[in-house]
């Protein structure tokens, strides 16, 4: 009778433990399903999410200025950012677990018949002749100009009595897309895209900054032995505050033991700017303790 008083003493202590994340029995336990050992550590997960910017160069940017009166990039190129970070707890039996990483995304802000290239011909390109590549531009920012012309005499009514209703639409619609190729052959296209990757880390008592990998704003993300980027650190800030109410008195015989967490605060780094903070128990940086089992009455 004694052992099955124990046995689920054990039991409901157990259960008690999976459901506060800051506290957990430590050491082997006989329990009535029998017994089970439990060591228990953390394991952190640190999602980085970043975003790739590529500019393509239109093949009439060098006439942009000229022809439209504006500026336009001369030459392609690509760049990385960090966006956001996120540090949790990666443990699927707790009550604390980090959320599945958002799947990539990809945006064009202007952009015709393909995200990364442009139109091989001419939209215009009636005949065989081969014109210069400013005569090219020329004929393009002409068409661009009678195209605004075209869509101010549809709105203000100059064009026919007879566009309205979805027709006008439909044909304002079809001068945007028009106008829009157009300008990509100056202004080039951007294209950006933002993607998230997950970083796992085991921390240890002896340890309280960790890189999780290393960042190039040419290149992204990288390994944390490419020593090309900046470093991605994960710092943890113990807070000493381990404190227990039903910890065991010294006089108690009849106890279990168990792992008091540290609400440690985790912060994720890159370049002296901060994109994540959490505050999260981690069993590495806690202590022991031991809790007093009820006597039977």
Not at 14 to 31: F, K, M, R, S, V
Not at 93 to 119: D, K, N
Not at 137 to 154: C, F, P, Q, S
Request: hydrophobic share 40%.
């Amino acid at each position: 009778m004694k052992f099955r008083l124990l046995a689920f003493v054990l039991l409901m202590a157990g259960g008690a433990a999976a459901q506060n994340p800051y506290i957990a029995l430590q050491g082997a336990a006989e329990t009535a399903a029998g017994v089970s050992i439990s060591d228990p550590r953390t394991i952190l997960a640190v999602d980085i999410t970043v975003e790739e910017e590529v500019v393509l160069s239109g093949p009439y940017a060098r006439y942009a200025q000229k022809f439209l009166g504006v500026r336009a990039a001369l030459t392609d190129k690509t760049t990385w950012s960090i966006k956001g970070a996120k540090v949790a707890l990666l443990d699927s039996e707790r009550c604390l677990r980090a959320e599945p990483l958002a799947p990539a995304s990809s945006r064009t802000q202007r952009y015709a018949v393909s995200e990364r290239e442009f139109a091989r011909l001419q939209p215009d390109k009636l005949d065989m002749m081969t014109p210069t590549l400013e005569d090219a531009a020329r004929v393009a920012a002409e068409r661009i100009y009678a195209l605004r012309r075209h869509r101010l005499e549809l709105i203000t009514g100059e064009a026919g009595e007879n566009v309205f209703g979805e027709g006008l639409s439909a044909a304002l619609a079809e001068i945007d897309r028009q106008e829009q190729s157009y300008l990509e052959l100056f202004l080039g296209k951007q294209v950006v895209t933002t993607e998230s990757r997950r970083y796992v880390v085991y921390p240890q008592s002896d340890k309280k900054q960790y890189i999780v990998c290393r960042f190039s704003p040419a290149a992204g993300l990288l390994p944390d032995s490419d020593l090309s980027g900046d470093i991605v650190l994960l710092q943890i800030e113990p807070s000493g505050s381990t404190h227990s109410d039903i910890e065991a008195g010294a006089k108690e015989q009849n106890t279990v033991t168990c792992r008091v967490a540290d609400p440690a605060t985790c912060t994720v780094l890159s370049n002296g700017v901060e994109y994540a903070r959490a505050v999260l128990p981690l069993f590495e940086f806690g202590r022991t303790i031991r809790v007093a089992v009820p006597r039977r009455k």
